[in-house]
């Protein structure tokens, strides 16, 4: 799931609508309004995103906070670290190999320590970065030993 896919749901549920009900309503699909839901299509469109807006009748900061989990709930990101440091390539490449098998307390302490990265300057960006990479290292060795075992993922 994404954190848009999730917003939506309970917005409809909220609301209560069926998937059916606001489908038709948005114009879309309920085979694809649950795909979104659930995390299985891309980045919603931003005329979609207007569309869910408008629907539910949402305002200003909520408005805002919806096209912002709707930037940030692309289920296959894709990262670019030409040019940046070895570390930023590093920290890409083991978020890649070890996501899945992160728990949510891990996932969360990252997640925390990279927004707060966002508003610093870039010296601090960077050493944030190279502690997330090592945060990933660190959780990711308990991991190891029980995919020797084939019980990892």
């Known amino acids: 799931m994404t954190p848009f896919g999730v917003r939506v749901r309970e917005l409809r549920k909220a609301h209560g609508l069926s998937q059916k ?33 408008s629907e539910f009748n949402i305002i200003w900061d909520e408005a805002e906070e919806l096209v912002e989990l709707a930037r940030l709930s692309h289920p296959r990101p894709v990262i670019d670290t030409r040019g940046l440091s070895p570390a930023a390539t590093e920290l890409a490449n083991l978020l890649a190999e070890r996501i899945a098998t992160l728990d949510e307390e891990t996932v969360a302490r990252m997640l ?26 660190q959780a990711g060795q308990g991991n190891d030993a029980d995919e020797s075992h084939g019980t990892g993922s």
Not at 115 to 136: E, L, Q
Request: proline content about 5%.
């Open 112 to 137: 925390a320590l990279l927004r707060s990265a966002s508003s610093c300057s870039p010296t601090a960006a960077a050493s944030t970065g190279a502690s997330a990479a090592a945060s990933i290292r």
């Open 21 to 53: 009900q606001l489908a038709a309503a948005l114009g879309v699909s309920p085979a694809y309004l649950s795909a979104l839901e659930h995390g299985q299509r891309g980045r919603p469109s931003w005329w979609l995103v207007q569309r869910i807006i």
